[in-house]
């Protein structure tokens, strides 16, 4: 098992303190959350240019969201200093998806390229969530948002890192983030 910080799949975020007793509210970056947390999970966060493993000592849903208690953290300031970091596990633990489907950090490194062979860039990140989620691309010219849909997306290949897109005419264009001009002329 690698416990380098690179090679784990984001599986949460601690957002905050949750009580007085040093439990978190976590929001859930996985398709598993009951899997993911529950009592006994070891989970990593990196702090102090070091990784370091955490055990969830109990865990609950609240509105969808789990909230874990965590050994060693028993107080609502030190749960606090815990908030704001990514919640990690070694790509190893993860369960194994159905064919055609995939996980986020497969795609990043991605070549997206149109249906007619036009680079467009790679894939640097992956927004949003199950329902609406965008592919972050550096393009030639910036950063481009492609929504990640099957109308688009028409052929997603993790493993030869190739996504070939169908994009509508203007998309690309529209969805070109650019620098904004400095207005000092600098």
Known sequence: MSTAWDEMAVVGTIARAHGIRGQVIVNAETDFPDQRFHPGAELFIERGGRVEALTVTTARFHRERPVIGIAGVDSMDEAEALAGLELRVPLDRLATLPAGTFYRHD????????RGGLTVGLVRDVEGTLTGSRLVVDGAD??????????????????GKRIVIDPPDGLIDVNK?????????T
């Open 107 to 114: 795609l990043i490194g991605c070549r997206v390229e149109t």
């Open 142 to 159: 910036g950063e481009v948002l492609i929504p990640l849909v099957a109308p688009i997306c028409t052929q997603v290949d993790p493993v």
């Open 177 to 185: 983030v650019r620098l904004k001009p400095d207005p000092t002329g």
